[in-house]
């Protein structure tokens, strides 16, 4: 039977959900590579961080923190990733402003280059017209996305290569982090 996999995403319909601001450490200044967290790679752990609200409500278990798009997790879906996919992730603690409740900063340390062209709705790429040279051949444009997925060996998470906003995960981890009763993530196949 062939594997599933779906784009976790944050489900931004939740009732009164709240909004989270762009990590910053505990001297109140911003990250200097903010978007380390979205490569797919391994980082440096970045020390004490705190998450300021952007937008107070309710608590959710998954949340791509401010611009950066950086995924703020809880404990509970954290232990999941630690359980099922230890070499793939790191996980770092962070502080959330007005809650005592455990929740990491997850960073997904791995990327895959699986994104299936001709079975997306649509798929444009840098071009030297672009005047981006350090994206010449990466992702510009990548609608209703869908993967090869004989390309996602024993995978259970990862990045894509050339379009790092995606966070794929595998069917099994997915079934996982619905059993915790997950608040604020979407499941939309790939």
């Known amino acids: 039977m062939e594997r599933r996999f779906f784009d976790l995403n944050i489900d931004v319909y939740v009732p009164g959900r ?5 990590p910053r450490n505990l001297d109140g200044q911003q990250i200097e590579d903010i978007w380390q967290f979205i490569d797919g790679r391994r ?19 998954i949340e791509f923190a401010g611009a950066g ?14 359980k ?25 340390a791995r990327t895959v280059r699986c994104i299936d062209d001709s079975a997306c709705g ?32 024993e995978e259970r998470v990862f990045r894509l290569w050339g379009w790092s906003s995606p966070i794929i995960i595998d069917e099994e981890l997915k079934q996982a982090l619905e059993k915790t009763g997950i608040v604020g993530g979407r499941f939309d196949e790939v």
Request: with cysteine; net charge negative.
């Open 84 to 108: 099922m996919a230890p070499s793939d992730v790191q996980l770092f603690p962070v502080e959330v402003e007005g809650t005592t409740d455990p929740y990491f900063l997850l960073n997904v």
């Open 43 to 61: 980082v440096e752990d970045p020390g004490p961080l705190r998450i300021p609200i952007f937008k107070p409500g309710r608590p959710i278990d």
């Open 18 to 22: 709240w909004y989270l601001a762009e």
């Open 122 to 153: 649509e798929v444009r790429l840098w071009t030297p017209e672009n005047r981006q040279p350090e994206k010449i051949g990466q992702y510009r444009v990548v609608s209703d996305l869908r993967i090869d997925k004989s390309k996602a060996c």
């Open 69 to 82: 798009q950086t995924p703020i997790v809880s404990a509970r879906v954290a232990s999941v990733f630690r």
